[in-house]
C-alpha cells in the first residue's frame, strides 16, 4: 500500500482511497451509489440534505459521508433498513416545510427531490406541512426564484460564489424561516452583481430557481461547475 | 313547513345535495340544489407568476381540464399580448373538439344513459354503468370507445389525457403535432361519427316515447347565453357572447367576453357554497339563464357542419320559435354537439396547416389583465387575471360553466319535485328523478366551487316547520 492511501471497506467491498477523501467520493469511485440532493461534483461539500448519511461500524452514530473523511479500518455500511428509515424521514421534513406540488411545477419529472422520494418510497408525509406563501422573485429578466420550491441545499449560493465567483445568492434568517437572497435581500430585477450566468438555475434540484418559459429539463445542467473548472484549470 | 333532503346526489361530477320544502298539505313548497364544498382557487392563486395560472387551474377538474386550459390560456395571452400562430389554434381547437367530445359521452353513456335504458325506477344498485354494459353490452362498449377517442385526441395532441398543462403555453402551444399522430386520429374518426349518430337515432326514439320526462324536467322560460361566431353560428374556443330570451328574440349579441362584468353579475346565497350569476339587466334573481348545450344551440343560427347542421335543424324543432326549454334536451343538445365536434375535429386534422412547426413564442407579461372565454362542455367559462408588472397573479376571478346554471338548478329542481314528491317518505323513484334532473345539465361542482371530492346524493325532506321527515344518503 502506497504512502497517503487508506484501506477501508464500504458495504463489504475493500476500498483503497487517497487520504483526506470523503466517504461519499470513495464511495463513488469503487461504484457504490449513496442518494444525494445538496451535492454537486464542482463545489464545496455542504451537508445540509442528510440524505448521504452512512453508518460507521463502532459508532452508534450517523454520518453525513459528504462531510465525513475516511479513516484506514473503517467499515461502513451505505444501505440498510434503518439508514432507510432516517432518510426518508429526513426527505418528510424537507418536503413538509415548503409548497411542494409536483403537479404544477416547472421541475415536475426532472426533479431530483421528486425522483428520491420515489426510489426511497416516499408518498405520503406524515408530518404537518407548512404550505409557504413566500413572495416568488421573478423581476430578473428571465430567471425566477420561487422560495415556496426550495430546500435550501445552497447548490445555487455555492455555484455562484465558487463557480461564477459573483455571490450575488446568500441565504437569510435560520431553520423553516431560511430563505435565499439576493445581494442584501433586494428584487433579483435590481442585483448590481449577478451576472445573468444563470448556473443557479442549472444546478438547482428542484423547482426553485428556472428560466421562465423554459422546463427545468431543457434548463438543468449538473455538470456545469464540474466542466467550468475542467476549463479553468486546463 | 316540513323539509326533505337529499344528500348525496350520485353520478355527478362534485359533491351536493338537494333540500325539499314541504307545504302543511306536504305538497312541495321549494327545492333549493346545494352545493357543499369550498375549494378557494381565486385565493391560493394569488402571488403566483401568471404562466402557472393554465396548470393550477386546470386541476379544479379532472372531466373538463381541457376547458381550463384553453380559458386560462386565453387570459394568460392577452396579459402576454401577444397575437397566437394560427397553428397553435387549429391545435387548441382540436384538443377543445376532443374534450367535448369525452366529456359529452361520459355524461350520455356512463351517468345519463342508465336513467333510460334501465329504467327511472329501477333499482340503484344495477342502473349504472355496469348495468348498462349488462344491458347493452354493444352500445356501452361503443359509449366506452367514444370517449376514449375524445380523450386520445388530448393525449395525442397534448401528450396527456389529463391535465395536458405542459402543452398549453401563453401564447401559443408548446409542440406540433406530428403527421403520425393525425393520421391515428383520421384513422379512427369514422368509427366515432358512426357511434354518435347510431346513439342520436335510438336517443330521439327512446325521448319520443316519453312526454311527461320532457314536460317535467325543468321545462321552464329562461334566457340562454353562450359564445357565437361573428355570424351567428356555434362556438366554443372563440367568438362573442349572445343572449336570448325564451321566444328567441337576440337581447344581446357580439358582447365582448373581456367585458363580462358588465353584463354579468355574481349574487351569494348562504345555502350554497356555489355563486349566483345572472344577467345584469334583468337584475337578480329575475336574470336566471342556462349556458351549456341546451343553450348554445338555441342561441346559435348554425353549427356549421353539414350533419350537426341536419340535426340541428330538428332539434330546433322540439320547441316554440326554435328556442328548446326542456332541460331533459340537453342531452339530445349534447349529442349533436358531439356530431359536430366529429365533423370539426375532421376538418381541423384535413387542414395542412395542423403540421406547421410554428405554434409557441417566446412570451412576457405585457399587460396587467387578461379575460379568456371559451366554452366548456357544460357551458361558457370565464377565467378573468390581475397581474403585477413582474407577472404575478394578484387578483384572480373565475366564473365556471356550471355556476351560471345554478338559479336554474333550482328552478328544474322544485319542478321535479312538485311532480313526483308527494309524501313525508322518499321513494328511490323519487329520489333518483331528482337527481336525473340534475344530471341533465351534466354539473360539474367540483368546477364549480373550485370543491374537492366525488359526488354523492343528500336529498333531506322538511316539513313546514323545518323538522326532518325523511333522509336518504348515498
Redesign the interface.
Known amino acids: 500500500m502506497s504512502a497517503g492511501t487508506v484501506k477501508l471497506k464500504i458495504d463489504n467491498i475493500e476500498v483503497n482511497v487517497p487520504e483526506g477523501t470523503m466517504i461519499l467520493e470513495a464511495a463513488r469511485a469503487n461504484g457504490v451509489v449513496i442518494p444525494t440532493l445538496c451535492d454537486v461534483e464542482g463545489l464545496t461539500a455542504y451537508g445540509g440534505c442528510r440524505m448521504c448519511m452512512v453508518e460507521i461500524h463502532g459508532s452508534p452514530k450517523l454520518f453525513a459521508s459528504c462531510v465525513t473523511p475516511v479513516s484506514t479500518g473503517m467499515e461502513i455500511v451505505t444501505q440498510s433498513d434503518k439508514l432507510k428509515e432516517y432518510r426518508k424521514m429526513a426527505l418528510q421534513f424537507i418536503l413538509s416545510e415548503r409548497s411542494h406540488i409536483c403537479?404544477?411545477c416547472v421541475a415536475?419529472n426532472s426533479c431530483e427531490l421528486q425522483k428520491l422520494a420515489n426510489e426511497l418510497g416516499v408518498d405520503h408525509v406524515q408530518f404537518e406541512r407548512e404550505w409557504t406563501?413566500f413572495?416568488?422573485d421573478?423581476?430578473h429578466d428571465f430567471l425566477?426564484l420561487?422560495r415556496n420550491r426550495c430546500i435550501l441545499c445552497t447548490r445555487c449560493v455555492r455555484v455562484c460564489d465558487e463557480i461564477e465567483g459573483v455571490h450575488t445568492l446568500d441565504l437569510k434568517l435560520r431553520g423553516k424561516d431560511e430563505q435565499v437572497i439576493v445581494d442584501l435581500d433586494d428584487q433579483w430585477?435590481e442585483s448590481t452583481s449577478c451576472t445573468s450566468c444563470r448556473k443557479c438555475a442549472k444546478v438547482c434540484p428542484v423547482g426553485a430557481i428556472y428560466v421562465?418559459?423554459e422546463?427545468l429539463s431543457e434548463t438543468k445542467d449538473k455538470n456545469v461547475a464540474k466542466f467550468v473548472l475542467s476549463r479553468r484549470n486546463r | 313547513m316540513k323539509e326533505i333532503v337529499i344528500n348525496p346526489i350520485t353520478r355527478i361530477e362534485g359533491h351536493a345535495k338537494v333540500t325539499i320544502q314541504l307545504n302543511e298539505d306536504l305538497s312541495v313548497k321549494e327545492a333549493r340544489f346545494q352545493v357543499t364544498d369550498f375549494r378557494g382557487f381565486e385565493k391560493f392563486t394569488e402571488g403566483r407568476p401568471f404562466y402557472e395560472m393554465p396548470s393550477i387551474t386546470s386541476r379544479a377538474c379532472g372531466i373538463c381540464p381541457v376547458s381550463h386550459l384553453l380559458a386560462s390560456a386565453k387570459a394568460c395571452d392577452e396579459i402576454v399580448a401577444v397575437k397566437v400562430p394560427p397553428t397553435a389554434v387549429k391545435l387548441r381547437r382540436l384538443i377543445h373538439m376532443g374534450q367535448m367530445i369525452q366529456s359529452h359521452a361520459l355524461n350520455f353513456f356512463h351517468l345519463s344513459a342508465p336513467d333510460f335504458l334501465l329504467g327511472m325506477d329501477a333499482d340503484p344498485a344495477i342502473r349504472n354503468v355496469f348495468g348498462l354494459i349488462e344491458k347493452n353490452p354493444d352500445l356501452a362498449r361503443q359509449g366506452i370507445r367514444l370517449r376514449r377517442f375524445g380523450q386520445e385526441i388530448i393525449e395525442n395532441v397534448a401528450g396527456k389525457k389529463i391535465h395536458s398543462s405542459e402543452w398549453i403555453v401563453p401564447g401559443g402551444a408548446k409542440w406540433p403535432l406530428t403527421r403520425e399522430r393525425a393520421d391515428y386520429l383520421k384513422s379512427n374518426l369514422p368509427e366515432a361519427l358512426t357511434t354518435t349518430l347510431q346513439t342520436i337515432g335510438m336517443f330521439k326514439t327512446w325521448f319520443s316515447g316519453c312526454t311527461e320526462e320532457v314536460a317535467t324536467y325543468g321545462d321552464f322560460p329562461s334566457y340562454y347565453l353562450g359564445l357565437v361566431t361573428a355570424d351567428g353560428g356555434l362556438e366554443m374556443y372563440d367568438g362573442n357572447i349572445r343572449v336570448m330570451d325564451n321566444d328567441g328574440n337576440i337581447v344581446a349579441d357580439q358582447l365582448d367576453p373581456d367585458k363580462y362584468l358588465d353584463y354579468i353579475g355574481e349574487a351569494v346565497e348562504p345555502y350554497s357554497y356555489m355563486k349566483f350569476p345572472y344577467y345584469k339587466p334583468l337584475g337578480y334573481p329575475a336574470g336566471m339563464y342556462r349556458v351549456g348545450p341546451l343553450a348554445r344551440l338555441n342561441i346559435s343560427s348554425h353549427c356549421g357542419t353539414p350533419l350537426a347542421d341536419e340535426e340541428l335543424k330538428e332539434f330546433k324543432k322540439l320547441g316554440k320559435n326554435g328556442v328548446v326549454q326542456s332541460t331533459f334536451h340537453y342531452h339530445y343538445a349534447r349529442l349533436i354537439e358531439t356530431l359536430f365536434c366529429i365533423e370539426k375535429a375532421k376538418e381541423l386534422l384535413e387542414d395542412p396547416e395542423i403540421l406547421s412547426e410554428h405554434v409557441c413564442r417566446k412570451v412576457y407579461a405585457n399587460n396587467n389583465e387578461g379575460v379568456g372565454v371559451a366554452e366548456a362542455p357544460r357551458g361558457t367559462l370565464i377565467h378573468h387575471y390581475k397581474v403585477d408588472d413582474n407577472g404575478m397573479i394578484t387578483k384572480v376571478n373565475m366564473i365556471i360553466a356550471t355556476e351560471h346554471n345554478n338559479l336554474a338548478y333550482n328552478k328544474a329542481v322544485t319542478q321535479v319535485a312538485q311532480k313526483y314528491v308527494k309524501a313525508e317518505t322518499l321513494t328511490e323513484g323519487m329520489l333518483n328523478r331528482v337527481e336525473s334532473v340534475i344530471r341533465s345539465f351534466d354539473p360539474c361542482l367540483s368546477c364549480a366551487t373550485h370543491a374537492v371530492g366525488q359526488m354523492p346524493l343528500d336529498i333531506q325532506l322538511l316539513d313546514s316547520q323545518g323538522k326532518q321527515l325523511d333522509r336518504k344518503t348515498r
Open positions: 403537479s404544477v415536475n406563501s413572495p416568488v421573478s423581476t425566477v420561487d430585477g421562465e418559459g422546463a
